[in-house]
């Protein structure tokens, strides 16, 4: 069956450090692979889409990786602030296009 | 800007009674999409409209379930005889055409309880 895993236990990391994010995937092909930033009581904000012939993607301070191979996609924010404290989603498209498959996403607390 | 808007924030209702919750996307989107959320869980894909048609509805869990977008914007989520299990926060999103590599903008959410 199709899968998307991300890590449930919530990452605690000090500001100022690189927090690391991982989404791993089996039984899909995807084109493309999108993270999400929820925060509480809010919708989830898109933050960046990476292609399956794009090793890396970076946008300000976050870089995400694609390893078609590894079925696994790496979501780094780096100089953490405390702002960054949110849950992360990644989703990936299935079924022709149509349907986004999100994990469950990984909560990050950014500690002062 | 307008983002996306979503009523009421907020339902509660009894098991068995029907509800309405309404969705305004973002002027001039033609795609709109409903996802459900559980709490500790991520969105999941419920119904997928692309201008006034329903392009793919297969996420729709029963046929308590049931959603119009009349004019090709506006978009009603409608749930029959409601039950405990239906208990989640119901999220719209719309992007500018449909496609999953075009980025969706979601609004905030109802959060729907069955008592």
């Known amino acids: 069956s199709q899968k998307i895993e991300q890590n449930s236990e919530a990452l605690n990391i000090q500001e100022g450090k690189t927090a690391t994010l991982t989404c791993n995937y089996t039984?899909?092909?995807?084109?493309?692979l999108q993270w999400y930033r929820q925060d509480p009581g809010r919708g989830p904000v898109f933050l960046l889409l990476i292609r399956e012939n794009e090793k890396e993607k970076r946008k300000e301070r976050l870089k995400v990786t694609f390893d078609t191979t590894l079925k696994q996609s790496l979501f780094h924010i780096t100089a953490s602030q405390p702002a960054d404290s949110a849950t992360y989603l990644c989703a990936l498209p299935f079924y022709g296009n149509n349907r986004l498959a999100f994990g469950k996403g990984n909560q990050v607390v950014v500690i002062p | 800007g307008a983002g996306v808007s979503q009523t009421p924030s907020n339902k509660v209702t009894e098991k068995g009674k029907y509800v309405e919750l309404r969705c305004d996307p973002i002027?001039?989107?033609?795609?709109l999409y409903w996802y459900r959320q559980s709490l500790g869980q991520g969105p999941e894909f419920l119904i997928y409209?692309?201008?006034?048609?329903?392009?793919?509805d297969s996420g729709l869990p029963n046929d308590r379930f049931f959603a119009v977008r009349p004019e090709g914007s506006v978009s009603t989520l409608k749930i029959q005889r409601t039950e405990r299990g239906d208990s989640a926060v119901y999220l719209c999103?719309?992007?500018?055409?449909?496609?999953?590599?075009?980025?969706?903008?979601f609004g905030p959410g109802t959060r729907l309880t069955v008592l």
């Open positions: 002027s001039g989107h033609t795609a």
């Open positions: 999103a719309s992007s500018s055409r449909g496609g999953l590599s075009n980025e969706q903008f």
């Open positions: 409209f692309q201008g006034t048609g329903a392009a793919d």
């Open positions: 039984n899909y092909s995807p084109a493309y």
